[in-house]
């Protein structure tokens, strides 16, 4: 049994046509959900090779779209069961849905990864640390290495590294907030990643929030590696979830 697939929810306009590649549009008073003719079935539980096929497939519609209107994603896996359904969920969300289309019009989603080399910022600790600093000068001078100097040594190079962590973390958000409308912290997914945050920017401060980020770059390049993914719809900020 086949039913309505939602990929999301955009404006309706009459005077314009869009390249929606096979797929059509339900309207309701000036929105309409973007839906394909799918399988009915729960995409949550399919084999995960299967699973990562049909996102894919869900992002590169969402991202094709934004590229002539506004959308609001629909999560991922959303399949209601007809016409009727889609437009019941567009009657009852319709002011909701309507204001929030409003507010990301003009407005995109940039997703930022920093990594950074624990190496170098170890090498740092003994620079700039005159504890870790004079430790291991003790260390050197006694010539063989004592547990527990080992042991407080590592202790104080930990703290310095999550220190320091902590510290250009809250560099990195607080000069990039001043040039977004909202950011959204994602997790951290590996020992080196010490910044993974979602921005909702402008169009008109693009400009500006990239030189920003490569003023950054510039300033930290021996010690920090900036990913940049976007302009994306705003996954992180107006993802629409419907109870099915």
């Given at each position: 049994?086949?039913?309505?697939?939602?990929?999301?929810?955009?404006?309706?306009?009459?005077d314009?046509?869009?390249?929606?590649?096979?797929?059509?549009?339900?309207?309701?008073?000036?929105?309409?959900?973007?839906?394909?003719?799918?399988?009915?079935?729960?995409?949550?539980?399919?084999p995960?090779?299967?699973?990562?096929?049909?996102?894919?497939?869900?992002?590169?519609?969402?991202?094709?779209?934004?590229?002539?209107?506004?959308i609001?994603?629909v999560?991922?896996?959303?399949?209601?069961?007809?016409?009727?359904?889609?437009?019941?969920?567009?009657?009852?969300?319709?002011?909701?849905?309507?204001?929030?289309?409003?507010?990301?019009?003009?407005?995109?989603?940039?997703?930022?990864?920093?990594?950074?080399?624990?190496?170098?910022?170890?090498?740092?600790a003994?620079?700039?640390?005159?504890?870790?600093?004079?430790?291991?000068?003790?260390?050197?001078?006694?010539?063989?290495?004592?547990?527990?100097?080992?042991?407080a040594?590592?202790?104080?190079?930990?703290?310095?590294?999550?220190?320091?962590?902590?510290k250009?973390?809250?560099?990195?958000?607080?000069?990039?907030k001043?040039?977004?409308?909202?950011?959204?912290?994602?997790?951290?997914?590996?020992?080196?990643?010490?910044?993974?945050?979602?921005?909702?920017?402008?169009?008109?401060?693009?400009?500006?929030?990239?030189?920003?980020?490569?003023?950054?770059?510039?300033?930290?390049?021996?010690?920090?590696?900036?990913?940049?993914?976007?302009?994306?719809?705003?996954?992180?900020?107006?993802?629409?979830?419907?109870?099915?």
């Amino acid at each position: 049994m086949n039913g309505k697939y939602l990929y999301g929810i955009i404006k309706k306009d009459k005077d314009r046509n869009l390249n929606l590649d096979g797929l059509t549009i339900i309207a309701y008073r000036g929105l309409a959900a973007v839906v394909d003719e799918k399988e009915v079935k729960d995409y949550h539980k399919l084999p995960k090779e299967e699973t990562v096929k049909e996102l894919i497939h869900h992002q590169q519609i969402i991202e094709k779209i934004i590229g002539q209107s506004a959308i609001l994603p629909v999560r991922f896996g959303t399949i209601l069961k007809d016409r009727q359904e889609v437009m019941s969920v567009l009657r009852k969300g319709y002011f909701f849905l309507r204001n929030t289309l409003g507010e990301m019009e003009d407005k995109i989603e940039f997703d930022l990864v920093c990594f950074w080399n624990e190496q170098k910022a170890a090498q740092m600790a003994y620079r700039k640390n005159s504890k870790v600093r004079n430790l291991q000068e003790k260390i050197t001078r006694n010539g063989a290495v004592v547990s527990e100097d080992k042991m407080a040594l590592g202790k104080l190079v930990a703290d310095y590294l999550a220190g320091r962590r902590k510290k250009l973390s809250d560099q990195i958000l607080k000069t990039l907030k001043e040039e977004a409308v909202e950011s959204y912290s994602h997790v951290l997914a590996d020992v080196n990643m010490l910044f993974n945050q979602a921005f909702l920017v402008e169009k008109k401060k693009l400009e500006v929030f990239n030189q920003v980020l490569n003023q950054l770059d510039s300033r930290f390049a021996d010690l920090l590696n900036f990913r940049l993914v976007g302009p994306l719809p705003p996954y992180s900020f107006a993802t629409v979830v419907v109870d099915v």
